[in-house]
């Protein structure tokens, strides 16, 4: 997992736009729940839901 | 050994760097102080350091912008963070060096200040755990 600074403040020593992972997120100790309250960072990629496959059962 | 001001302390709270919306910090280390006196011809008390106890005081300058002090702060209010205290924003060494900690944040102040003033928030958090010092 993967994620976007969209911080104006430096996050983890990284800046706007910068991305950052969910390991060093940890390993710095941060509270990640947090952190995307706060609009520091943004999962990055998109949605994680899969996607469902045309015809089948919803 | 040289004297400090202070200008360029760095303070990173749930590791954003919130520097420059604080205008005073204090780390602070204690410990229980243990009577251990016992009958003896040096008729003076004798001590031994118990439990320590450290808290962090800070005085934010209260900031509503987006990503700012109000919208950092009050997520977290109620749980534990890491903290990170360096005297200078500059490479950690023995003579700059860095104190790492988990701090409870128990109180929060959303709004503090008088007419005229600047709106602050003054907070003083106790620390869970040790104080780890680090000096590279």
Redesign the interface.
């Known amino acids: 997992m993967t994620y976007t600074i969209?911080?104006?403040?430096?996050?983890?020593?990284k800046i706007k736009g910068d991305t950052i992972t969910e390991k060093e997120?940890l390993n710095?100790?941060?509270?990640i729940?947090?952190?995307i309250?706060?609009?520091?960072i943004k999962a990055s990629g998109g949605t994680t839901k899969p996607a469902i496959q045309e015809g089948a059962y919803k | 050994m040289a004297r400090i001001v202070l200008t360029n302390a760095k303070v990173t709270i749930n590791s954003v760097n919130l520097s420059d919306h604080i205008g005073s910090v204090i780390l602070s280390t204690s410990n229980d102080v243990v009577d251990t006196t016992g009958f003896s011809s040096t008729a003076a008390r004798a001590r031994v350091a118990g439990l320590s106890d450290n808290s962090l005081t800070l005085e934010f300058h209260q900031d509503y912008a987006t990503s700012n002090v109000e919208a950092t702060i009050f997520p977290l209010i109620g749980t534990t963070t890491t903290v990170v205290v360096i005297p200078v924003d500059t490479t950690v060494s023995a003579t700059n060096p860095s104190y790492t900690f988990t701090a409870l944040v128990a109180e929060w102040q959303p709004l503090s200040g008088a007419v005229g003033e600047l709106a602050t928030a003054s907070v003083t958090w106790p620390i869970s755990g040790a104080i780890t010092k680090a000096v590279a």
């Open positions: 969209i911080s104006e403040l430096n996050v983890c020593n997120l710095a100790g941060a509270n729940e947090a952190l309250a706060g609009n520091h």
